[in-house]
């Protein structure tokens, strides 16, 4: 029973190609078929949110789709987070500043979903920071510099919209 | 964790589903949202031969809000119906109880009918269905039906979709004017299963009294409760409502089991709890709106 | 001076690279190895009868399919017991694969190698084994009962009974004025880092080599293991933790099964062989901790001093004891906290269950320490009306009374003596962090509106920076970077940039010159590991030690280059001068090219150290006697005994009087682990240990039902905390520095969760009038607690 599907789809402004079984995850075939291992797995049941990525803009969990259902969609991961020259974005960039995170196992999943929240709300609370964050988990931060991560990072997109 | 192999379809119109879901008919399942099924899938816990992915079907997103309510389409996201200003003027309890389910990122994704397909007894949009009376329209190939939530829901994640069918639409009605309603729930963490869910709807007189009330629950039976509360608190004054006696019928009438999480005794009492606050909160604003 | 950054809030280095995505955890190398799948068990007891592995011979990509009678020798011999102890009489360890009897859920029976992990789980799917059920023995009560056993040949599976005792407890009891008696518990958990195991071995057959990758907080222990088990020679297995994704205790223990298997498979197919833990594996066959029952005696005067204790308890630990039984140990030794009872008996047993084994998790058997003692402290102030914090004061050890010695050996083999510390100096600190003494009128004014919160209080000390050793090692390059390696490894804690503040500091060197490689037996073969709050500690005083060889060599052959004496030289920036004539200088760079005498020349630099380049003595060798070319030089650091830390929390709770929830309003932390290279990284080990402290007393519990079965084997249902149930922590420490090492440094790792499960108790028994003797505690616990205790108090 091997079915393989002939996939296009735009990854990090990219367009890439895909032969993958229609079982395929996505969180695998972004690290293992097209190398992009920045989005990472920690749970495969869709609770931890270490695999989240932005797909057409909105957050989901990778493996929580199969490739093929994302066939001709955009795919961001948190490699496409970066500046288009390589350097930190500005959520990157937040985390670094404020120590958000220790062994940075979550921090993928994180990057893209703060990414995605500040386009929708540009200058949250530090509750709704936190709440933003709420379905991502984290074992070693405890959280508090994850949410300082958000307002800094929304302030550094602030200071470059000047 | 990875999932069995199985053929994937991915059907552009909806005949080619129905087409497709008759050929396969109990060899396989219907892929939405996927928030449900892949993990159950991943687990090894099902293993359907073929998978029939219904997201690219044209028609099927849409979220439409009429005189009557709001029809919801089988592949709306939760997170559509959550933001969607219309629906949420015309029904107010689909957002006020879909931001409870799960979180923002599980609800891009997941889909409203797909959750009342897979009738999780903690599923908060199951509740939602069978306290507004709502329907879910199924078609196959050949034909459609249109069952109530009484119908529809017949288990703990057993639903009426029969083999060979996709539920395409679900109808939330809307309340009767100078209706109020309200969604409170307990969790153990913020966006897990509710340990008890309620919604309520509560409608005034003329006279700004309560004429009449409803509650619908879940996590505390195998397919949602709805307890018609009327009597418990009719008459009251909208913006003072005292919803003990409703809260006790409501405790009296349930009839949940333990888990790991809570005992069936706690979620009794969550329900009368909830169940009153609840009433409290949808009376004050249907008094607000009747304003 | 070069600017210190030692005490800085340094921003870490290792983040950029982690940030955008370019981090290498086990499952992102080894693109091309062939994975691993287990078949396990199903049954918490059972004999194996048949496996059948017809069906999944025709899965596309099979490569392998092992069971224990594949095994060789030392293979198919059990693991090893890591942790010998005199008192563990009867401890056991696994097999590899089963044998012919499994012990838990998640135990592995067959090892699958096919081309991919899907493939390999195609065919554990076809392989059919048959069992033998036999009844399990689940949780502490029927473990003590005994009706069954968990191995035929450990009565009453009891691994192992032991006694310390400071004086005669039972005779201070006898005469005490006061005595109570508490029973308490502490329900099992885990560590559940977001990166579960993972191992990828390759074996080179050109020269007989393997080089192991594996997500372990040991990897010298784990090539050790390997090499035995193997048969191979130590010096051709290399063993490296990647980065890796937490630990907290969980990947400790070593050889995992999977480590030895995935290794061998590696080496008999000669093929690059990967195994990926997933989070269902890791609920059932990694490793928990927590669970114990205790029972207590204390005796105390009127005005609340202890005069005796006696505490048994009884410890689950799970089906095997790879680890033997330092977590107990750990509980019965750390459990006096910074109390003086005058007289004290810890008896525990450590009892075998049919369930996952039980090795140490972040405070590895402090948590439960702490809670009990703490209850026992809040029950005294209860029993005597008095003030809480006050009636800790009175039993705080002084800091003149420091070195303290408590009469009884630690978890390292050394008797357990506090060196330093200063508890009613954190407890001033935290009461006016919190605001204790103003807490009372607040909590009436909330009565009066009807609401119900509560203050806790919770003391802990930590013996951290346990040995033997660790070893540093430093090298300035002829470019001028600066290389460190050391031996144990890092899942989180900032130890590329710690580690290079110590190297920098000292060599006065810029931090961006330097790396640090940890956990890599490449770069430095001798070493222990990370755990017990000890890297710090061990490896920054190691790495100093280095350090200051280095620094010492460059001095002396600067000296000799600018013809002054070392001891009017510094090092500023890299670069060696005079003190006062920074024209007399020379970068350490070019001390680096001299200390290596050349015959080749390969650039420019390095000419200069070339024979015919340089004035030298022609009866002196080139290298002196009793030296070695380079400018390295390798340190240990070998404490006589632990440093203790301490600290103290408080955490102020409403409870909801409908529906119980317990939602947390504040939380202070006031800690002290001596002097503090790196203040930001400390405290983001606090506030991580916190969140868990929160997990382990409101959210978190493993739950086995009578058949062994783990009920909430997935993040759905086993409750870790999310964002939103942890609160903001507020944070005050102190710095006593550590009297027994060179940089004063005390270990902070585990730290924050020690005295979670304790100051929760502590609060929530203040909002609802009634003690709390079992954690975690749900909101539907506390429902039915309130109601046994109106009950109580209505008859």
Partial sequence: MTDVHELALTVNGVPRTLRVPARRLLSDALRHDLGLTGTHVGCEHGVCGACTVLVDGRPVRSCLLFAVSVDGSSVTTVEGCCEPDGSLGPVQQAFWDCHGLQCGFCTPGFVTTITAYLDENPEPTAEEAREAIAGNLCRCTGYQNIVASVLRAAEIRREARV | MKPSSFVYHRPTTIEEALDLLAEIGSDGKVLAGGQSLVPLMSMRLAAPAHLVDVNRIDGLAGIQTDVDGVRVGATARHADVEHHEAAYAAVPLLRQAVKHVAHPTIRNRGTTVGSLAHADPSGEMTAVLALLGGTVTLRRRGGERRLAAGEFFVGPLESAVGPGELAVEAFFPRSAPRSGTAWAEVSRRHGDYAVCGVGAVVTLGEDRRVGAAKVGLISVGPTPVVVDVTDAIVGQSADAVEAERAGRLVMDTVDPDADIHATAEYRRHLAGTLAARALTEAAARASERAA | ?795
């Fill in chain 3, 1 to 795: 001076m070069s600017t210190r950054t030692m005490g800085e809030p340094i921003a870490r280095r290792e983040d950029p690279r982690l940030l955008s995505g370019q981090g290498h955890y086990l499952d992102d190398i080894g693109h091309t190895a062939l994975a691993a799948a287990f078949v396990r068990s199903p049954h918490a007891h059972a004999q194996i009868v048949d496996i059948d592995v017809t069906d999944a011979l025709d899965v596309d990509g099979l490569m392998a399919i092992y069971t224990h009678d594949d095994l060789p020798d030392r293979l198919a011999e059990p693991l090893p017991l890591l942790i010998p102890h005199p008192s563990l009489t009867h401890g056991r360890t696994p097999y590899a694969l089963a044998k012919d009897e499994v012990n838990h859920v998640g135990e592995a029976i067959v090892m699958v190698v096919a081309a991919d992990r899907y493939l390999a789980e195609d065919a554990c799917d076809r392989i059919r084994v048959e069992y033998e059920v036999l009844p399990p023995v689940v949780g502490i009560a029927a473990a003590r009962e005994a009706s069954r056993l968990v191995h035929e040949d450990v009565p009453g599976n009891i691994a192992a009974t032991m006694v310390q005792e400071n004086g005669d407890a039972a005779a201070a009891l006898a005469a005490s004025p006061r005595v109570l008696e508490l029973d308490l518990e502490v329900e099992r958990s885990a560590s559940t880092p977001l990166e579960g195991k993972g191992v990828y071995a390759r074996w080179d057959p050109a020269d007989a080599s393997l080089r192991v990758y594996s997500s372990t907080q040991a990897s010298t222990s784990v090539r050790a293991a390997l090499a035995a088990k193997l048969g191979l020679p130590p010096n051709r297995v290399e063993v490296v933790a990647p980065d890796v994704g937490g630990g907290f205790g969980v990947k400790i223990v070593h050889p995992w099964p999977e480590e030895v298997l995935v290794s061998w498979a590696a080496i008999t197919l000669s093929r690059e062989v990967k195994w990926t833990e997933d989070r269902r594996e890791h609920f059932v066959s990694s490793a928990h901790e927590r669970s114990q029952v205790h029972h207590v005696r204390v005796g105390f005067d009127d005005d609340g001093h202890l005069l005796g204790l006696e505490v048994s308890f009884w410890h689950d630990n799970g089906a095997y004891t790879p680890y033997g039984i330092i977590v107990p140990i750990v509980t019965a030794t750390q459990l006096l906290g910074p109390y003086k009872p005058a007289a004290y008996r810890v008896e525990f047993q450590s009892l075998y269950t049919n369930t996952v084994l039980v090795t140490p998790y972040r405070g590895a058997g402090r948590p439960q320490g702490c809670f009990v003692m703490e209850r026992v402290m809040d029950a005294i102030a209860a029993e005597l009306g008095f003030d809480r914090a006050e009636v800790r004061e009175r039993n705080f050890i002084q800091p003149d009374e420091m070195p303290y010695d408590h009469g009884l050996i630690f978890q390292d083999g050394r008797p357990l003596i506090y060196d330093s510390g200063d508890y009613p100096a954190t407890l001033r600190k935290l009461k006016k962090l919190v605001g204790w003494d103003e807490f009372g009128v607040y909590r009436e004014q909330a009565r009066a509106e009807g609401r119900r919160v509560g203050i806790g209080i919770a003391c802990y000390v930590e013996g951290t920076g346990v040995g033997p050793y660790e070893g540093g090692w430093v090298k300035v390059e002829t470019d001028g970077s600066v290389v460190v390696a050391t031996g144990l490894t890092t899942q989180g804690q900032g130890h590329q940039t710690a580690f290079a503040q110590v190297a920098a500091d000292i060599l006065g060197v810029q931090l961006d010159r330097v790396s640090v490689v940890t956990g890599d037996t490449r770069r430095f073969g001798y070493a222990v590991g990370t755990f017990a709050s000890r890297a710090l500690v061990m490896s920054g005083n190691a790495i100093a030690a280095a350090a200051r060889k280095v620094r010492d060599k460059a001095l002396r052959i600067a000296g000799d280059a600018l013809e002054a004496d070392p001891r009017d030289l510094e090092i500023i920036d890299g670069v060696v001068q005079v003190r006062g004539v920074p024209t007399s200088a020379i970068p350490l760079s070019t001390v680096a090219v001299l200390s290596n005498p050349l015959r080749y020349a390969f650039d420019t630099e390095s000419a200069r150290a070339t024979q015919f380049a340089l004035p030298a003595d022609p009866d002196k060798p080139p290298v002196p006697e009793g030296e070695q070319p380079g400018l390295e030089a390798t340190g240990y650091y070998s404490p006589p005994r632990a440093t203790f830390a301490n600290g103290m929390h408080a955490v102020v709770v409403e409870t909801d009087p409908d529906t119980a929830e317990i939602r947390i309003v504040r939380y202070c932390v006031v800690h002290d682990c001596g002097t503090l290279v790196n203040p930001r990284i400390v405290e983001g080990q606090v506030h991580g240990g916190v969140a868990q402290g929160v997990g382990g007393a409101l959210y978190e519990r493993m739950v086995y039902d009578d058949d062994g079965q783990l009920l909430n084997a997935s993040f759905m249902d086993f409750l870790m905390p999310y964002s939103t149930e942890v609160p903001t922590i507020e944070t005050d420490h102190l710095e006593t520095p550590s009297p027994l090492n060179p940089l004063g440094i005390k270990g902070a790792g585990e730290a924050g969760v020690i005295p979670g499960m304790a100051v929760f108790a502590s609060a929530i028994s203040d909002a609802e009038g009634f003690p709390i003797t079992r954690m975690p505690i749900s909101p539907s616990e506390l429902f039915h607690l309130r109601r046994a205790h109106e009950e109580a108090t209505n008859r």
